[in-house]
Nanobody
């Protein structure tokens, strides 16, 4: 069984910073792309950023230049550094990973974390 656990959310003032972490655990063979999504109240979940297994990163225009995604393959962990936070960044942030597990060794499965709340308010 594969599990993703996020941490690092919280409340900050506009202009502040946070660092989110998401660790994958369980019967993992390999992890391909790892990503962060977010969902604000009353809105659909939206893609924020992703990073491939070789470190190639992509960002949504709304966070480019402010957020940085990175990963530690040895720890099966993806990070999201959030800088220059704005009120519109307030949302529940979810991590997602494409994983091959010993239960499903042939197909890539899409796994989600439980989400971590980020609130930006003065």
């Amino acid at each position: 069984q594969v599990q993703l656990v996020e941490s690092g959310g919280g409340s900050v003032q506009p202009g502040g910073s946070l660092r989110l972490s998401c660790a994958a655990s369980g019967s993992i063979i390999s992890i391909n792309t790892m990503a962060w999504y977010r969902q604000a109240p009353g809105k659909q979940r939206e893609w924020v950023a992703d990073v491939t297994d070789v470190g190639s990163a992509n960002y949504a225009d709304s966070v480019k230049g402010r957020f940085t995604i990175s990963r530690d393959n040895a720890k099966n962990t993806v990070y999201l550094q959030l800088n220059s936070l704005k009120s519109e960044d307030t949302a529940v942030y979810y991590c997602n990973a494409m994983i091959r597990s010993f239960q499903r060794p042939v197909r890539w499965g899409s796994y989600w974390g439980q989400g971590t709340q980020v609130t930006v308010s003065s």
